[in-house]
């Protein structure tokens, strides 16, 4: 398996932990199982740590085109994003109907947007 494999490999685990242990949070109800949650949290961090490490290595290899870095920061700004709004949802308090549904979808916003961004950098761009 060459690196360029194992990118791709890896954001796809950490995409299927964030979603499972997602699932398994929002079916266990509130109040959340501290050690899942925190698990999941640290799952959707390491995540984003590991696209922005991926971006910067790529980039130290070759100039990233216009394109590329638009799509990188498109990227993690739906990774902040999607944190945001999972931070809001675990407060006590009820939420808003609109924090809910963001953060129901943005996660998959931000599968596309990595596997785009993803394609651009190691794949076809």
Avoid: C, W
């Amino acid at each position: 398996m060459d690196a360029t494999q194992f990118k791709l490999l890896g954001m796809g685990i950490f995409f299927l932990l964030i979603f499972v242990s997602g699932l398994r949070l929002s079916r266990s109800g509130k109040p959340y199982n501290p050690i899942l949650f925190n698990l999941h949290k640290l799952i959707g961090l390491a995540a984003g740590i590991y696209l922005v490490v991926t971006v910067y290595q790529i980039h130290q290899a070759a100039p990233l085109s216009q394109v590329e870095i638009i799509t990188a920061v498109i990227t993690i700004a739906l990774f902040v994003g999607t944190i945001i709004a999972g931070g809001l949802v675990s407060i006590d308090k009820p939420m808003p109907k609109p924090v809910l549904r963001m953060h129901k979808i943005m996660p998959y916003l931000t599968v596309v947007s990595t596997a785009a961004t993803l394609y651009l950098l190691v794949g076809g761009g």
